[in-house]
């Protein structure tokens, strides 16, 4: 596992929560791996799943397994937490 910079992180981690709140993913509504990955540049693509897995145990996103992968939504519990990294 490689290790991401700070800055890195961060705007990563903010442009998930936001992308996951503005389709309104939680719980009932989620997004596979693949479409998680979607509107981040090239060279930041291979750290959007290690910044996902570490909201998953922060307990900011939950993650359930598919058929055809894992999907990704917010967790309810922790919406105010949410809406202060959102903004």
């Not at 596979?32 to 090239?42: A, I, R, S, T």
């Not at 939950?62 to 917010?74: A, V």
């Amino acid at each position: 596992m490689s290790k991401i910079p700070k800055s890195s992180y961060i705007t990563i981690s903010k442009a998930l929560i936001r992308k996951l709140y503005k389709l309104g993913c939680w719980g009932k509504g989620s997004l596979y791996e693949d479409n998680l990955k979607d509107d981040f540049p090239q060279k930041e693509k291979g750290n959007v799943l290690l910044v996902a897995e570490s909201l998953c145990n922060q307990g900011i996103l939950c993650k359930k397994p598919k058929k055809y992968g894992h999907k990704y939504y917010l967790n309810l519990e922790q919406r105010e937490k949410i809406e202060a990294i959102r903004k």
